[in-house]
T-cell receptor, first 115, second 113 residues
């Protein structure tokens, strides 16, 4: 089954304790992206990757890191989480055709609470 | 700065009503405009619009893009309680512009029995 998986699905942590949220897709998609969703703000893009070893900033990259060492995986790293990073996080992947991105497939989401 | 604005932000209707959701954009050079439906989970794809004036339909839902006036609408006819969700629109860039997507704030639709 074609899917995007994220782990963990729920996480409560404390300020400053490094954490990683994993994202994996099995569709051989070139493009992967991370979003955060906060009430009234819609989805905001954190980082994206057009292919292996190629990453770029979205609208809200501060406080986050990513890496793309393999095509299927795109982990999101919070080196020193702060309470303002409490949010719902989605990973997504997409094929990239000649003209650009196709539709995105979203993971189930990770709800993060930073105390 | 590129932006996508959706209106209304929230909407309450009764079953059987018809609704129109709006998505206006100030984005230079994009490949497609996408609509997603989000219930209490991850967004799911509804429509991809690349050409102006061509209506896409799926059952009771339809959508159209106007590249001259810079907006798209999503219509839902004969609404049902299962249509209750947040509807998101976003623009996807052309390949040369990379992979930055711009989402609107979403429209929260509530359909009452």
């Amino acid at each position: 089954e074609a899917q995007v998986t994220q782990n963990p699905r729920y996480l409560i942590t404390v300020t400053g304790k490094k954490l990683t949220v994993t994202c994996s897709q099995n569709m051989n998609h070139e493009y992967m992206s991370w979003y955060r969703q906060d009430p009234g703000l819609g989805l905001r893009q954190i980082y994206y990757s057009m292919n292996v070893e190629v990453t770029d900033k979205g609208d809200v990259p501060e406080g986050y890191k990513v890496s793309r060492k393999e095509k299927r995986n795109f982990p999101l790293i919070l080196e020193s989480p702060s309470p303002n990073q409490t949010s719902l996080y989605f990973c997504a992947s997409s094929s990239v055709r000649d003209r650009g991105l196709e539709t995105q497939y979203f993971g189930p989401g990770t709800r993060l609470l930073v105390l | 700065e590129d932006k996508v604005v959706q209106s209304p932000l929230s909407l309450v209707v009764h079953e059987g009503d018809t609704v129109t959701l709006n998505c206006s954009y100030e984005v230079t050079n994009f490949r497609s405009l996408l609509w997603y439906k989000q219930e209490k989970k991850a967004p799911t794809f509804l429509f991809m619009l690349t050409s102006s004036g061509i209506e896409k339909k799926s059952g009771r839902l339809s959508s159209i893009l106007d590249k001259k006036e810079l907006f798209s609408i999503l219509n839902i006819t004969a609404t049902q309680t299962g249509d209750s969700a947040v509807y998101l629109c976003t623009t996807a860039p052309i390949r040369e512009q990379g992979g930055k997507l711009i989402f609107g704030q979403g429209t929260e639709l509530s359909v009452k029995p």
